[in-house]
């Protein structure tokens, strides 16, 4: 081998990202603990694994790792600054999870147990799930997709995004918007302060769904075949509807009651000063909802 | 929320009706939406005298609003309990980290005081003073205060005040939690596991 070669190589090897291996014995864990301080966390459930299998940027340093009891623990300590840092963890599917990250982002797939998110300034996405879901950032999205089971979304300061959700819905924020599309569930709770509130989704005859802002539009998809009962709330704003009603009927003032279809599921619409929208839906495109969502925090490939 | 605010001008002329419709309707579309405006639009209400729908020979004497105050304070909704908890060593060091993130925009909305917490190489700074929750919440509670002095016996914006005032109220507590573990170090592994 030529120094030529050599030189190449080294270039080649450390232009190629690297990443080290460790695995784990699963012991009696049930559940799996992690933190990292900053940059990616994803941990991946799989059916097929009886073991925990850590792997992380190369050069990062070995976490502190503890089984006490049914829970299997991986802390990274504050000295892990950097973004660029991605750390994956495998684990059995039917694993419950407790993830945590100051500025990192945390994802969780194919786990089928409860799940738990948590971080400060990255973004939060679950994809998947058949146990209680809870995600929460503050300055980042929360992203939710697929979970059969309840949900809990929360973030402070960016959009909530929930996508074919089977379970009971809470979605919260202060800045940013919140959209739902593809829900089954006989209770919705979507809210935000400042930014636009939609959903898209059934109305369960016997479900109730409220939306509500206080600046933005909030939006209800709506088709031939709903059937709800629906009261308005606004005080500064307005209500837009482009679909037949019935029974509009006006309530103390400002407020308003309207019947779709029959009247059979409990939806609010709240906006204190923005415009309230009651749309068709085009379920093949979904067009009325698809945009105004806020991607901050989210990789190219998970955006929306 | 648009990050193209109108000039002051504009907005004077879209109140006084002096724009073309199409005009109009846009920038009612933007003020409808955008804090900053609605702030400045009401702040040229006020200068220029026009304001307000707000009479203030309506609003209830100062005691009627400190009944309203006294009905609305201890209301608890069950909706407010499902909130992810701040039990155990990594959702101590979790909420910590929140707190940092709380107070900066605490100290950023020029509410509280201190020293800026590290920003962690510019990931926690928030576009801007204006996006600030605390902020948000602030201009949202003055708004339904407002609405309030109108009509004090409103149920809906009774629960909206208080939703609003407890939402805040949170974002603080969580600035307390960090100042009361800022000097205290993460635990390890093992030590805040729940059994």
Partial sequence: MNALTTVALLVLQSAVPMADTTSFAAGAAEKLRAHLPAGRLVIQGSSDADSVRLIRSAGLSRPRTETAGCVFEVFFGEDVASDSVVVRIRVPSSWSVEATGGAADIGVDSVDAPIRATTVGGAVRVNGGRGRVEA????????????????????????????????DVVARTVNGAVTARGIQSSSVDLSTYSGRVSYAGELAPTGHYRLSNHTGRVVLGVTDATSASVTIRTV???????????????????????????????????SFAGTIEI??????????????????GLSPEERP | MSEDHPKSRKLAAWLDGELPERDRRELTRHVEVCLRCRDEVRALRRLSGTLDDLPERAGPPEDAWAAVEAAIGGGSDADEKDGVGWRSWAAGITATAAAAVVMWVYIGSGVGDGSTPRT????????????????????????????????????????????????????????????????????????????
Avoid at chain 1, 237 to 263: I, M, N
Avoid at chain 1, 279 to 296: C, I, M, Y
């Fill in chain 1, 136 to 167: 929460r950032s503050v300055e980042g999205t929360v992203l939710v997709r697929g979970a059969r089971g309840d949900v809990v979304a929360r973030s402070t300061n960016a959009g909530v995004r929930l996508e074919d959700i089977r379970g």
């Fill in chain 1, 279 to 296: 749309v068709s839906v085009d379920w093949a495109t979904d067009r009325p909802l698809r945009d105004d969502f806020d991607t901050n």
């Fill in chain 2, 120 to 195: 962690g190489e510019g990931r926690f700074l928030p576009s801007g003073n204006d996006a600030s929750p605390i902020r948000t919440l602030d201009r949202a509670t003055a708004d339904i205060r407002e609405a309030l002095r109108r009509d004090p016996d409103d149920p809906y914006l009774r629960r909206y005040l208080a939703r609003t005032r407890r939402l805040r109220t949170e974002l603080e507590q969580e600035l307390r939690l960090e100042r009361a573990s800022r000097s205290t170090d993460p635990a390890p592994p093992g030590q805040g596991v729940r059994r």
């Fill in chain 1, 236 to 270: 500064e704003g307005r209500l837009a509807t482009s679909v037949p009603v019935a029974d509009s009927t006006r309530v103390e003032g400002r407020y308003r009651r309207l019947r779709l279809g029959a009247g059979e599921a409990s939806v609010d619409l709240e």
